[in-house]
Structures are given as C-alpha cells and as structure tokens.
C-alpha cells in the first residue's frame, strides 16, 4: 500500500493499479471509491441516461470556471452548495479526477461525456418549463432521487449523489459562465 495523499479530511492510498480514496468528513460519512466503483457509476449513469434518443455531445473546452458567477447563474441556494457539495461530496471527486484523466480510461471518459450530454439535455426542459423559478439545487435534487429510487441498482445512493455534484462542480451540468 502506497500513500498518494493525505490531509485533514482525506487519505488516497494506491494498491496495486487502483487508486483507493478513503474520506471522512466530520466522522459522519466514509466512502471509498476505487477504479471499479468509480466505472460501475460510469457504466450505470450511461445506462440511466441512455434509455432516451438525446442529441451527440459536443466535445468542448469548459472555460476555467468562476464557482459563485456559475451559482448565481443557476440559482443554487448557498446552503445547499456549502452543506451539500462542498462539505459532503467535494472531498470524494478527487476519484473521479484521478480516473477519468487516466489515458487508459479514455473509454468512460466518452461514455462521461455522454452522461453529462444526456443530462444537460433534460436541464434544459426542467429550465424551460419554468425560466423564472428554476433552480439547479431542486434540478439536481430531481436527478438524485429519481435515481436513488431505482430498485436493484449496482450503486450506491451516496455514489450517486457524490457524482451528480461532481457533475456540477466540473461545470459539466448547468450553464456555465
């Protein structure tokens, strides 16, 4: 076992040719995502997302990303980026990072690219219905629970609530700025 990186709130440590992120945030939540977890999300979120016809994803450069003007933008409430994102799912997306940047990953990195089209184009309906009171927190919220609710499914309700954030946080979902 290899320690990769330590801090208050995480402990990365590799075994073998997976890298393992253990985090504890205010001893309330412990999740560990390696490779396998971290594609079996990939695999189920395309699946999810795949069930309808959606337009191609177009490959973009995200513009470096301003987090408050990007909130403001899709009236995420303050709480609920502090308690929900930054305090509950942030320290996990570093997995995610570590996977999707890895060459040999290019694959899923396709199929996240795919993901995020998909879920870009159900924003926008949930924003049309209502261009004055949408908010990307109740969106979000939508999304998460409509998954969690899915019987039998191979991920767990904390792995996809950490990855629709990190969605977000990637400025993959929402409107950027």
């Known amino acids: ?42 695999d189920y979120f395309n699946e999810f997302t795949s069930k309808e016809s959606f337009n191609e994803y177009e490959d973009k450069k995200i513009p470096k990303r301003d987090i408050e003007k990007k909130n403001i933008k899709n009236h995420m409430s303050p709480q609920y980026f ?7 799912s942030f320290p996990h997306f570093s997995s995610f990072d570590q996977f999707l940047s890895n060459e040999l990953n290019s694959d ?12 870009n184009y159900s924003y926008t309906g949930y924003k ?16 998460i ?26 400025c993959d979902i929402g409107d950027n700025i």
């Open 82 to 88: 502090s308690n929900m994102i930054i305090n509950s």
């Open 1 to 42: 076992m290899k320690n990769i990186f330590e801090s208050e709130n995480e402990f990365i440590y590799q075994e073998g040719n997976d890298n393992y992120a253990s985090i504890i945030k205010n001893e309330q939540i412990v999740i560990v995502l390696n490779d396998e977890k971290v594609k079996s999300i990939l």
């Open 145 to 170: 629970d409509r998954i969690i609710n899915i019987k039998d499914k191979p991920i767990s309700d904390s792995d996809t609530i950490v990855f629709v954030h990190y969605l977000y946080w990637k």
């Open 108 to 119: 899923y990195l396709k199929t996240y690219r795919d993901i995020c089209s998909t879920i």
């Open 128 to 143: 049309a219905r209502d261009p004055k009171d949408y908010k990307i927190d109740k969106f979000l919220d939508l999304l």
